[in-house]
């Protein structure tokens, strides 16, 4: 029997992807005015110049040019093939060029002429550089023969949430939110989705990004994936009819449709019966720039978003500009408000511009914008797109290379930023300030810096507080593609929209219904492609060897590859002959010739579970950045072929992630441990050492000396750490010297008997173990606990995350001593109060540790506590520990008292023998619980 209880949602708990986050808004709050606007242009026609070439990326690419030729390794190419003059004439040629460039770029937009000239211009100087690549490679790749070392932040707008529950009680009624781009539609449709009235008035709750195209069968499928938290199959459109009646029938729910641009209605009529099987009282909310969008959907009321008024428009300005304090210069407050009124109360405008202003000095730099830029921009349906587009102008050069360069990903795309950013370096748009900064962190830097101007938002982090994800606003996405021109294209799968002049391209699989794909005609004559991205596929599509010979033989100039939705077996020869491949995806074997790829930087190796070895050669590419995972071969006698560890012997400038598979087939783990040098891979970020299958599949002829391990050791910098299938009895020392370490797995070392003194990592933040089988204690060796032990900051003071999982002789955190000067003994029970508490615990689970009785406690848990087969003593020692304190919110110096688990938001127990019930006192600490779940307990009595 499962028992479920839904209590009310903490508004400030953070919601997952699929549905909107609860978003911070730290500036004043406006009720939306339905009066005051009666007529808006609904329907924003993007405003496009594709004619124009893209201001300042072409000077970027000029700019590179001659950083190329005035760098050591063209000036020794230049002496090595007595080509230095011939060189030095194209950079003289070059350098005129740009000395002209901008002045150009801005007469463009007047004199025809002028724009004929650079959209001329524009090929020679990309072959230019094209040319200068195949140099470079060309010398990199004989010096490696020879063996030569080389929240939509705006306004927190509350609506009418009254009016919003009261609205037609019977049937399933419509509503919609319209307004112009970038008004905060969107915001105020969270703001309600996220509202505590409207939560403990819906059963189900749902959010689909629409946008364009509008086709029904997209939708249903969106609308089945935000009710079930998984992806949907590709099914027919009747199944997927069946499975959302399965869902919504008979429930009422709110149904959010974001950024709506249909206007067919009867594509609509189609979608709007299948909604009608909702309980009296569901709703449907649609946000849309269009008023005939509204019309058609047959809504109740619509609520136009009018922007924000003169006051808060202000108040908005003085926080981003500002910092909230008001400027007391009189004079200085005028031009404020007259910039401020250009941005006709739209929050998007204004905080692009707001942000643009902060790096201009205010006295002498904000007149001159007001009158020569901003008093330009035309007051028509393209005013907001024209004013973004003056935040853009004042780029610097390589942050608009790197903007313009994002049209290629959908609108409303998850945007991974990693891969952004290797992808910026691929393009060559990022180059280090000064010698030793790594590249990847300048990147980081263009990011957060065009992050701050507005250009990108809704970031999402990972558990370890890094940047995981970002999207673009519609109008920047509109922007990025005005500004990029012709040269980036999304494709769907048949190419369709590339031409000859495509350098950059995005293929969408969404609409593709096959298993296998052919490489479309468009796309082996577009030989200047430097980019190929692939997303959405609904299955692994499979890729003919004859088609990705004719796709490489053609893009000759490809730069970044990813092959991620492909099940690719062997690559061709052709490989050979690629130059510039930077990021590449889901490969199951590697080319034999892969020491050709000189330029190699970053090589994704995803779920290649298949891979039998790394190719010789491998070591020779010391420009490697990423190595995402490196396999040893199981067999010795295709040792020619193969390249052991002291492959990664040179390959010190590897960041990011590397895992390392199958080092029980290691023949001489002493030597080989030390070749791989990872004490010297001081940027690499995160570490996963697996020793293949299970310690109880692994030979017993397997040696686990300690002493080799210890040659794994890698740098200090190390941030994440994984083990799996270790059959030694401990870990090395060099565990606990690892004092950056955020998060650290151990899976599987079924025969180890004590762990590393994990107390000593300050910084960690996530814990995970799983099937330690021997493992008594966490903390074994010779600590013991005494009672009294630490509390609060200094024990554990970042852990965020900890799971204990599948260790059945797990007893405690600590041995007991038989018998100490404190009297506590094997025997004794322990009191809560004794024992330490996790400073900062948010999330534990514990499962099938049912010799579990005691450990430190976990009052400040604000997530989830999960139980499986494990035993009650921990919770109730936790609930019986005296309150804890808490510096208030409000003030750094007041205190408030909070009760164990207070904040706890989701309780769930599985297989729990003991649980019997849920005491009264515990249900009255639990004043922030969201959910509890509970089981196949059999003991259990509702």
């Known amino acids: 029997m499962v028992h479920r209880w839904a209590a009310k949602i903490n508004k400030d708990r953070r919601l997952s992807s699929s549905s909107p986050d609860q978003i911070k808004r730290p500036f004043a709050a406006k009720p939306v005015n339905c009066d005051l606007v009666t007529q808006l242009p609904y329907s924003l026609v993007t405003f496009f110049f594709f004619a124009e070439m893209a201001e300042g990326v072409l000077f970027a690419v000029a700019e590179g040019i001659i950083g ?14 007595g080509v230095q003059g011939e060189l030095d004439k194209i950079k003289n040629t070059v350098s005129s060029i740009r000395a002209v460039l901008l002045d150009a770029e801005k007469k463009q937009k007047l004199n025809e002429q002028v724009k004929d000239w650079l959209g001329k211009l524009k090929e020679v100087v990309y072959d230019m550089d094209e040319l200068l690549d195949d140099i470079a490679t060309e010398g ?22 009254s009016a919003f529950i009261g609205f037609q009680r019977r049937g399933v009624s419509i509503f919609s939110i319209v307004g112009i781009g970038g008004s905060g539609k969107t915001t105020l449709a969270q703001i309600i989705f996220n509202d505590e009235q409207v939560e403990s008035h819906f059963e189900l709750k749902l959010w689909v990004c629409v946008s364009d195209p509008f086709e029904v069968k997209v939708v249903v499928k969106k609308i089945l994936e935000s009710a079930t938290g998984r992806k ?17 029938n008979g429930r009422k729910f709110l ?49 136009f978003v009018s922007g924000l008024s003169p006051s808060e428009s202000w108040s908005l300005f003085i926080q981003i500009v500002f910092k909230g304090q008001e400027p007391t210069n009189p004079g200085l407050v005028g031009i404020g408000k007259e910039i401020v009124q250009k941005c006709a109360g739209v929050p998007l405008a204004i905080k692009t511009i707001g942000s643009l202003l902060y790096f201009k000095d205010p006295e002498t730099e904000w007149s001159p914008f007001l009158k020569n830029e901003l008093s330009k921009v035309a007051q028509n349906e393209n005013y907001i797109l024209q004013t973004l587009k003056l935040s853009y102008d004042h780029l610097p050069s390589h942050l608009k290379q790197c903007f313009a360069y994002c049209s290629l990903f959908p609108k409303d795309y998850q945007i991974d930023v990693k891969k952004l950013i290797q992808m910026w370096i691929a393009q060559g748009f990022i180059r280090p300030s000064f010698s030793g900064q790594r590249v990847e962190d300048i990147g980081l830097g263009y990011f957060k810096d065009l992050l701050w101007r507005s250009f990108f938002q809704d970031v999402q982090m990972d558990i370890w507080g890094e940047i995981k994800s970002c999207k673009m606003h519609d109008l920047m996405h509109d922007l990025a593609t005005s500004v990029s021109g012709l040269e980036p294209t999304i494709s769907n799968s048949k190419g369709e929209s590339i031409t000859e002049k495509t350098r950059h391209v995005l293929f969408d ?96 190796l995803c779920s290649c579970t298949n891979l039998t070895h790394m190719p010789c050669g491998l070591g020779k590419l010391t420009s490697l950045e990423e190595l995402t995972s490196f396999t040893v071969a199981k067999e010795s006698s295709i040792s020619k072929h193969v390249g052991g560890l002291n492959a990664l012997n040179r390959l010190n400038n590897l960041g990011g992630e590397l895992q390392i598979h199958n080092l029980r087939y290691v023949k001489n783990p002493i030597a080989e441990f030390e070749d791989a040098n990872l004490k010297e ?31 794994l050791q890698p740098h200090a910098n190390l941030k994440r750490l994984g083990m799996h299938a270790y059959g030694g009895l401990e870990f090395p020392n060099w565990f606990s010297s690892l004092k950056n370490l955020v998060s650290i797995e151990i899976a599987d070392c079924s025969r180890c008997q004590h762990l590393p003194l994990l107390d000593q990592i300050p910084s960690l933040k996530s814990l995970w173990l799983n099937n330690l089988t021997d493992i008594e204690h966490i903390d074994g060796g010779n600590n013991h606990f005494h009672g009294g032990g630490v509390r609060g900051a200094t024990f554990f003071p970042c852990l965020k995350t900890l799971s204990l999982l599948n260790c059945p002789n797990l007893k405690g955190w600590w041995k007991k001593r038989d018998n100490d000067d404190n009297g506590v003994s094997a025997t004794t029970t322990i009191n809560a109060d004794q024992l330490p508490q996790f400073a900062c615990l948010s999330y534990l689970r514990i499962r099938n540790c049912p010799k579990l009785t005691w450990m430190p406690l976990f009052p400040a848990l604000d997530d989830t506590l999960w139980l499986g087969n494990a035993r009650l003593e921990p919770l109730e020692q936790t609930m019986k520990a005296k309150m804890m304190t808490s510096p208030s919110p409000s003030s750094s110096s007041s205190i408030v008292q909070l009760q164990p688990l207070s904040k706890l938001e989701k309780l769930e127990f599985y297989s729990m023998e003991d649980l019997v019930s849920l005491p009264e006192e515990w249900l009255q600490n639990f004043t922030s619980l969201q959910e509890i779940i509970i089981e196949s307990c059999p003991r259990f009595a509702s």
């Open 68 to 81: 190329k030729l005035v760098s050591l390794a063209f000036q020794e190419i230049g002496l090595w093939w």
């Open 140 to 161: 990199l790749r004989q010096r490696v023969m020879d063996g030569n070392r080389i929240s939509k932040e705006g306004r927190r707008q509350k609506g009418n949430h």
């Open 232 to 248: 949907s199959e590709d099914l027919e459109l009747d199944t997927l009819m069946r499975e959302l009646g399965k869902q919504i």
């Open 255 to 303: 149904l959010v449709l974001d950024d709506v641009w249909n206007e067919n209605r009867e594509k609509w009529d189609n979608l709007k019966k299948l909604l009608r099987g909702g309980a009296r009282g569901s709703k449907i909310m649609i946000t849309t720039r269009s008023k005939k969008v509204a019309d058609i959907t047959d809504t109740l009321d619509s609520y």
């Open 509 to 604: 699989f969404d609409d593709f219904e096959e298993f296998s794909w052919k490489v479309p005609a468009s796309l082996l004559g577009a030989r200047k492609v430097r980019t190929f991205l692939a997303v959405n596929a609904k299955y692994t599509l499979k890729f003919e060897e004859v088609q990705l010979d004719a796709l490489f033989r053609s893009l000759r100039s490809l730069l970044v590859l990813d092959l991620s939705p492909f099940r690719i077996v062997t690559l061709p020869p052709s490989i050979g002959k690629l130059k510039y491949v930077r990021c590449c995806s889901a490969l199951e074997e590697l080319p034999k010739d892969i020491n050709k790829l000189v330029n190699l930087k970053n090589f994704r």
């Open 681 to 711: 891979k001081h940027d690499l970020q995160s570490l996963f050492l697996s020793w293949g299958g299970s310690v109880s599949e692994n030979s017993i002829d397997t040696v686990y000396d300690p002493n080799s391990l210890q040659r």
